[in-house]
T-cell receptor, first 115, second 111 residues
């Protein structure tokens, strides 16, 4: 049973470009969470999704950021018109149907660097 | 909103020594998770504590949950270089399906 898969591991973008980060949850997991980790800081919650639904996006910036978890395929975190301050490690986690009352399994993250 | 504060923020210990990391919540804890992160990698689950007074051990790592103090501690006995990394505590936020995390404790083990 493969773990949570994130790709790419590293992503370099120039200011103004778009960044797309992908996350495939563990088999059987229907809940996906995205977190952001800035250098020397802890993990900050961004968004929580179930298949085809955004449940909680309270941690996601209102502009330029969007997330989806379609019926088929991976969850996507999309950042439009990236700025230098978007440079961070973005982690995806998944859990079985119990949500955050169950253990979260984390991917290895995508390191986004904005030039 | 619930906040988790970890102490110390960083810790350097000699190999073989014992150490403790604390995680204190600003609100009632309804469970507590400990994760470990190696540089540039994702989080590895260590332990989940669900009841006040609960204590769990895995190899040389022991975690306890003190519900009254709204605190959890992680204790490592006879530390080894493999214990080096960043330790994060996380707690489910009541009424919301998500974990909030502390800022992490960076542990360095000197040979």
């Amino acid at each position: 049973n493969a773990g949570v898969m994130q790709n790419p591991r590293h992503l370099v973008r120039r200011r103004g470009q778009e960044a797309r980060l992908r996350c495939s949850p563990m088999k059987g997991h229907s809940h996906v969470y995205w977190y952001r980790q800035l250098p020397e800081e802890g993990l900050k919650f961004m968004v929580y999704l179930q298949k085809e639904n955004i449940i909680d996006e309270s941690g996601m910036p209102k502009e330029r950021f969007s997330a989806e978890f379609p019926k088929e395929g991976p969850s996507i975190l999309r950042i439009q018109q990236v700025v230098r301050g978007d440079s961070a490690a973005y982690f995806c986690a998944s859990s079985p149907p119990g949500g955050a009352n169950e253990k979260l399994f984390f991917g290895s993250g995508t390191q986004l660097s904005v030039l | 909103s619930q906040e988790l504060e970890q102490s110390p923020q960083s810790l350097i210990v000699q190999e073989g020594k014992n150490l403790t990391i604390n995680c204190t919540s600003s609100k009632t804890l309804y469970g507590l998770y400990w994760y470990k992160q190696k540089y540039g990698e994702g989080l590895i689950f260590l332990m989940m504590l669900q009841k006040g007074g609960e204590e769990k051990s895995h190899e040389k790592i022991t975690a306890k949950l003190d519900e009254k103090k709204q605190q959890s501690s992680l204790h490592i006995t006879a530390s080894q270089p493999s214990h080096a990394g960043i330790y994060l505590c996380g707690a489910p936020k009541r009424g919301a399906q998500k974990l909030v995390f502390g800022q992490g404790t960076r542990l360095t083990i000197n040979p």
